[in-house]
């Protein structure tokens, strides 16, 4: 790229930042945060386009903490140290107190421990699963600077257990993406199913990329389970299905919110998954929830049913709440701390828009609290920064994704501690 | 300012590192022609290793052992150390892409080993609750990175030192001698398999040695860090900067680290903000392309190996 490119795309970057600020409030400052995503993945793209989404938003209700946000976005190929690498140059290069990501506990864990508690940076990421950050936290050791808005894999796995409850099946069988997540999930499974008396089989993992997935599933489909539990992304979670259900498999499945995609009922096909039900977090019975989904089909034509959008939404506007209650030139943990007062179960609700986002200014602005009621539920993080969420129980239909159950954050709460 | 100086002294570290590697890769390789395509093993093995002898107990996996660190990494270098005498033993007859596919074949296994075995590393999960070194004294932020690159700049030059008087000694001699023609180095009573095994072991120790200060790092390593990719990277690295030339690993090493840092950063900061969400397929692009070039127009990389002929009496200079 020559010099003068260079200059010309700084300069329309430059201009059209200058223009938003312009069509919004006359402010002359700009905040910027950073986002570490794997946005040379295909599923890491949306996250990162509502990650931005959340931003605009913002920066239409006059930017948070009296400037308009930049999101400064770094690709991390999901290689860890690249995604080091991008965070640090974030954090040292950029100014960045808020960093958002990343995506892989992989990568996200290496940026904590190198890059954000040294830095006294407040990271949330959108995604990361692993159980290995709520021991971190739980050591003391994060400094209360991570958070993440993925709920962790146990509401998921309490869940898929009442499901087989429910539905009375007898034995199962679990295949599981081999990942930290999948692995979790499996652990947490095999206990949730003991505990309410279903036998799993058989636990097979799946791995990434194959061709083919005919010897796992010839496995699991060996020991003749009653129902099949799938923790699986679309990817391999549609070839592996597609082989179950062609060698005689059961039709009978519980799936984990990573299939929660029109891609993988229209791969499988529709006259597959009549039996198939899916759990998730769900969204708050609250208005702005449906907001949010008018809101994302507005702008992206397209329901937000990929992995981690909600999450990637919810993760940004919380941590550009937190900078509007930290107020202007907030430290790190000013702004980590400030996360309490958005998140607050007592405070005013506010809903996940432009508009809610123009309230929670005016009540911050008067000393208040808000509850941000978002696209995953009512976030709440606890002291590990994991959270809980209500959760819900669907099904695919002709039309999308239908839901079935709806369980309040109560309900959950008391199925997981009838669990134990 | 100090921001500047505190992310290049970061940069600085990670490539000097990465540097350690591909001198381990270029005495394998650039001196003795052994193409480990499967340098992430020992990488693993050396960073798997050190953050499990040095770290803090973990429930539900091996580790927890709180060796002093010296011991810690001494004890990461040697499990790569032992895991190449055992595929050196095994793979060592094979002969160019066959020892390529072979060692690639022990390295995308080691990686299913470490996703797998939770019982010997975390799993997936990966290793966590390393302690840093002397983190209690130097505290958690710049003061420490200065310090902690310092030692990893004195490791790179002492490694850099030791392989430059390895090859320019009859080992190295040997070692060349090896790469250009097997059977007359035999014809002349020298054991080519045994040499081989040796420079191989010592390539990987070299390579254990930079993933131990790698888990030193980032106090952490998942099988994340141990894909492909990094084998990739660090071949790459060689090529680019000259085979058989030290100071071209090294140069390569801090050249393709910066030109991928570099590129994502660039293009962060000055692509149009509608092509920023594919900056990263861009990048990748880039990178392809450097590497493509070099191989096309500069072969032997940017500092080739210089040859020499030994002569007795007189120090040689490779």
Redesign the interface.
């Known amino acids: 790229m020559s010099m003068t490119k260079k200059l010309g795309a700084g300069f329309g970057l430059a201009l059209s930042v200058t223009m938003m600020s312009g069509a919004a409030y006359a402010q002359d400052c700009t905040t910027k945060i950073g986002a570490v995503l794997p946005t040379s993945v295909d599923w890491g793209r949306p996250i990162a386009e509502t990650a931005q989404f959340a931003v605009d938003q913002v920066n239409a209700a006059g930017g948070a903490a009296g400037c308009q946000i930049e999101m400064v976005l770094r690709d991390t190929q999901v290689d860890p140290k690249v995604g080091v690498d991008a965070a640090k140059a974030l954090v040292d290069l950029e100014g960045v107190n808020v960093l958002l990501g990343a995506v892989s506990s992989g990568v996200s864990m290496p940026i904590l421990t190198s890059v954000t508690v040294p830095g006294g940076v407040m990271q949330m990421s959108c995604c990361s699963s692993s159980t290995a950050f709520t021991t971190l936290a739980e050591e003391g050791k994060t400094n209360g600077l991570w958070f993440r808005t993925f709920a962790t894999t146990g509401v998921q796995s309490a869940v898929g257990a009442k499901v087989a409850q429910d539905k009375g099946y007898k034995t199962i069988a679990v295949l599981y993406k081999n990942d930290d997540w999948g692995q979790d999930m499996a652990r947490q499974i095999a206990a949730d199913f003991a505990a309410v008396g279903v036998e799993v089989t058989t636990s097979v993992a799946i791995n990434d990329g194959q061709p083919s997935y005919r010897a796992e599933v010839t496995e699991a489909l060996s020991t003749q389970p009653e129902a099949l539990y799938l923790a699986l992304y679309p990817a391999e979670g549609t070839a592996a299905v597609r082989e179950w259900i062609s060698l005689g498999g059961t039709q009978n499945m519980i799936m984990a919110n990573a299939l929660k995609s029109d891609e993988f009922r229209d791969n499988v096909g529709l006259q597959y998954l009549g039996n198939a039900l899916g759990t998730d977090t769900a969204s708050p019975r609250a208005d702005s929830a449906d907001a949010f989904r008018a809101a994302y089909v507005e702008r992206f034509e397209s329901e937000p049913n990929g992995p981690g959008l909600a999450n990637s939404y919810d993760a940004t506007m919380i941590a550009l709440l937190a900078m509007e209650a930290a107020g202007k030139d907030a430290s790190g943990a000013e702004i980590a701390a400030a996360v309490a007062r958005v998140t607050d179960p007592d405070g005013t609700a506010v809903s996940a828009d432009t508009a809610g986002f123009t309230s929670a200014k005016e009540i911050l602005a008067g000393g208040g609290t808000v509850m941000f009621q978002g696209a995953t539920g009512n976030v709440r993080f606890d002291g590990n920064g994991d959270v809980s969420a209500p959760a819900v129980v669907w099904s695919f239909s002709e039309s999308g994704i239908e839901e079935v159950e709806f369980l309040s954050l109560d309900d959950v709460d008391a199925f997981i501690a009838s669990l134990q | 300012m100090i ?2 100086i ?2 290049l002294v ?2 600085a570290t ?1 490539a000097s590192i990465l540097a350690i590697a591909v001198l381990g890769l270029n005495l394998q390789w650039g001196n003795t022609g052994l193409f480990n395509g499967g340098v992430v093993a020992f990488f693993g093995a050396g960073a798997y290793g050190t953050l499990i002898l040095g770290g803090t107990p973990q429930a539900g996996h091996l580790g927890g052992y709180g060796l002093f660190y010296p011991l810690a990494l001494l004890g990461g270098m040697a499990i790569a150390g032992l895991v190449a005498w055992i595929v050196g033993l095994l793979t060592l007859r094979l002969r160019h892409d066959y020892l390529a596919i072979a060692t690639f074949g022990v390295a995308v296994a080691f990686e ?1 080993l470490m ?2 075995a ?1 019982w010997l590393a ?5 290793v ?2 390393f302690e840093r070194p002397l983190r209690d004294a130097l505290g ?2 710049f003061t ?1 990175n200065i310090f902690f690159f310092l030692v990893v700049l004195v490791i790179l030059i002492a490694t850099y030192l030791f392989l430059e008087r390895l090859v320019a000694s009859p080992f190295g001699r040997l070692l060349r001698a090896i790469r250009e023609d097997e059977e007359a180095a035999q014809s002349l009573g020298k054991n080519p398999a045994r040499v081989r095994l040796m420079a191989f072991i010592t390539g990987s120790v070299i390579l254990g040695l930079a993933g131990g200060l790698y888990g030193t ?4 390593v ?4 141990v ?1 492909p ?2 084998t990739f990277q660090i071949w790459a690295m060689l090529i680019v900067g000259g085979a058989g030339n030290n100071r071209g690993a090294i140069f390569g090493a801090f050249l393709i680290w910066g030109a ?2 570099a590129s ?3 293009l ?6 509608e092509a ?6 861009v ?2 692009i880039l990178i392809g392309s450097v590497i493509v070039g070099m191989l096309m127009w500069r072969p032997h990389g940017l500092l080739p190996e210089r040859l020499v002929v030994s002569q007795r009496g007189k120090t040689p200079s490779a």
């Open positions: 921001g500047v505190s992310y970061f940069f990670t299913n996703r797998n939770e975390g799993g997936a999960k990966g966590r609750g958690d932020g420490y790092f980032y106090a952490f998942s099988p994340q860090d894909l990719t990094l991928w840092t994502g950063w660039a962060s900061r000055f692509a149009p903000i920023q969400l594919y900056t990263g397929s990048q990748f």
